[in-house]
């Protein structure tokens, strides 16, 4: 995925940032939050996703002549801007949640501190790369606690939104716990294990479905999973899968590995299949089932005493079809004056909900001592420092006399360096560190606001100096 | 766009590939139809999209030396096949519905034939490139038919599915009515015109709402629309943009061209702009609206009186939001014996909905003489010819008493060549060619056909002969 992408930007970005520049702004330093508003599915917790990504993006920002050329054809760029273009150098500080960990709405997951028209024009690709992989992300994640242990593998790409949205949608998953992916180059690039059975054209092509599983359990004699709903599950699958499991491949000292089931009463079916399986001593013969599934689906299917060893979910993953948008903005939250001095900024809204936190910030993460499960996140001008050593007031921004002095607790900063002046300063992680990562932080989350229906909201509140900083915004703003 | 593709495939067209190659059908002609079950939204149809981008795909396919080394390092493939792969040369068939025209369930809008390892491993790109951008296309002539002759501006990659998601669903949209993308190298790369206004940002930097538009109408004179709800629309927003024209455009002879609405009660904030400006003698001032907008909300805010002269919409048009999947399927319809005779194939469900078309077919559509209008489709085998100057018996392949002796029309065949024995015929397409196909096409589907809710099914009838094949199929196959 080494293409360039600097224009993969929102025209606007540019004109603004030629606007900057003419406006003798191109200096004046900007501090960007990206942060989203709602957790979709109304779920409890969100999983952050794309930093890898965002990092290459970053490093690669680069005008080719063909871009400038092409800018320059617009007719609405003056010839310094191109010129700035042309000799471009990326010279940001840019901040991010690690990929992997748990997040909530409101929180600036990502901040970018520089120069007003670099900070500005980054803005697609940050909300782009970070919204989608951490919509499947996050997806992925209800599917595999749906599935209470099982593997849940992506069966996607021929579904997906574009060729990246297959490919990195599959990376997503597979962060927040899928098992592996049908999608072959992300195996290649990213090493997500690729995994696949056949097709319903495998079977059609053999005069029976005894030739095809026979001819598949020779070919591959140990990973021979084959698919029962061609003709009819119980009457021709599983009795066919059996015969070429005894005469085929237990001869050859191999057993065969699994049954795909993918129509029919799924529930009805798989216990049938499991029986017959059983019967025939062919207990270690694993279960795939497939079809339309979801995290709800998943749920019912096993609550209603399915059996089955692992799913495999297509489009509903890898479009987050209930919910296919991460909402996450992008906004300005201050600016420096010439001094170097802070100025804080708000927008407005007449939706209570849309009003930003202004400031340049930290979230830091309180986790219980006791049970190690993370407490509370709160948010803090970037200079202040919670003290787990001493007790800690938090309050509800809203309800502020909603009050608890909480104690034996550790905090931690969530947000980390990716870039310092342009600089990458980023640590690449492995995916199968960034998966584990991810687990460990998903264990950390209370049940209740793990659930995914009616979950407990998870509080992310204010320091009582961002809080105090905030009202006086919104006071003078409101005049 | 001009990265390697090749390897976007799910696995198991792989292990399958290397499956017919060890059982000795690498030669057998295979026929693969892709063909969609449902329409998006429950609309009346859907716009083909995607087939130049189909068509590249399958003219740089190619294995590269570290895609075969990939391979090998799975230990599931024979080197034989790794030679094939590195040799590989592609040698199919290959028809499709053009890219614009309207189509409906059922019909074989692209169809390969060719030795069934090839044939069978395009399925991934075949049905990714053509689902992703006719889902996006048929959500985007939904939004455009509802804005009643009103622009769409495509606003949303920032909320996209990854960059293709953004690039390509842009041209997507283009092709299907919209009048342009914010996505700037969609306007590089296909000539999609990139249109914007300004962000939240842009107002904030400056010390006033006043001083913002001033510098962005000194900077763009001729091309003015300024964001008027950062504050307030009303009393900040709309008197500032006025404001402005009068003290800054005006004098240098210039006239302000748009503001844009991004928030609140959007009908009564326009209609009261709309006489803010008017009487301030700027009728020539456009209103731009956003926010969450779909083809529901545009159509319930022109109803409502809104004073409206475009649209920009985000992410409910990048990710088709209220249904993401454009379920397109390949399925195996036939093969060729060893001379060169078609054995037609069929897929056998519970569904019924889900039983297939077998053999290799044509998508005859015939029109109307009198108002030009689509009248019906018929599936024909192939090599049927459908004579418009004889009055020809539709009738329905469900409830085969439904018949219609249909006289008065012509009869065009829609499947057309891409490739022939793996060679390009297909003669690529100006995007504003492709546009205007689109919308010539849609002109000629009836209103009833074309409505939101409850539209009148179009007929996808089969011929005798196909009818006759098909039952005597079903009928071996539930012996």
Redesign the interface.
Known sequence: ???N?T??????????A???L??G?AD?I?Y?DMFFRKIPDKGGYAVMAGVEQLVDYLKSLHFSK??ID?LRS?N?FCEEFLEYLANFKFACDVWAVPEGEIIFPGEPIVTVRGP?IQA?FV??MV??TI??QS??ATKASRMVRAAAGRAVME?G?????????????ARAAYIAGAAGT????C??EFGVP?????????V??FPTEFDAFK??A???PN?CTVLVD??NVLRSGIPNAIRVAKEVLEPMGCRMKGVRID??DITYLSRKARQMLDEAGMEDCKIVVSNSLDEFLVRDLLAQGACIDSFGIG??LI???SE?????V???VA?EDKDGEIIP?I?????VE?ITNPHFKQIWRLTDKADGKYRADVLTLRDEVIDDTQPYLLFDPEHTWKRHLTTNFTARPLQVPLFEKGVCVHKSRDIEEIRAFCASCLDKVWEEVARFENPHPYYVDLSQKLWDIKRRLLEE?SR
């Open positions: 995925m080494d293409k992408l224009m993969l930007t929102d025209f606007y970005e540019l004109t603004m030629n606007g900057y003419k406006n702004l004046t900007a960007f063909e871009d092409y617009k609405c007003v500005q803005e697609t909300l782009l919204n989608h919509l499947i069966f790409s021929r579904r997906a939104q574009g060729g990246d949205g297959a490919v990195l949608g049908a999608c072959t180059i195996d290649r690729a995994l696949g059975t056949m097709a319903h054209s495998w059609q092509m001819a598949y020779v070919t591959y990973a061609t003709y129509s029919g489009e509903r479009t987050s079809r296919p948008v991460f909402g996450g992008y906004k300005l600016i900024k927008k407005i809204s007449e939706n849309k703003n």
